[in-house]
């Protein structure tokens, strides 16, 4: 499984971006996806999750900010992120597990793409 994720880039405070993963190879091995970040002297965090069922899950920081979706006939996966705070900048990597991203780490990672928030 390739992830290959798009959409990052600067923002000022209070807008939006939206990111998008697409993925390819295996891709009936997916019974995840999610989005993780890692920002600078932070550990690296899920920041959302959607099941092959669509069920979602979000850390506490971005509820009602974030939303996760998927289109599965296109095998892409989208994070809109509104109401964006400097503390949201980080490097964003989509990921993929074979079961869940509820425990351990996934299973396939992409490289990342860049999110700058402004003050």
């Known amino acids: 499984v390739q992830l290959v994720e798009s959409g990052g880039g600067s923002v000022q405070a209070g807008g939006s971006l939206r990111l998008s993963c697409t993925a390819s190879?295996?891709?009936?091995?997916?019974?995840?996806m999610g989005w993780y970040r890692q920002g600078p002297g932070v550990p690296r965090e899920l920041v959302a999750a959607i099941t092959n069922d669509g069920r979602t899950n979000y850390t506490d920081s971005v509820k009602g900010r974030f939303a996760i979706a998927r289109d599965g006939a296109e095998n892409t996966m989208y994070l809109q992120m509104n109401a964006l705070k400097p503390e949201d900048s980080a490097t964003y990597y989509c990921c993929a597990d074979m079961i869940s991203l509820d425990w351990g780490l996934p299973d396939y990672w992409g490289r990342g793409t860049r999110v700058t928030v402004s003050s």
């Open positions: 190879g295996d891709t009936f091995l997916i019974a995840a």
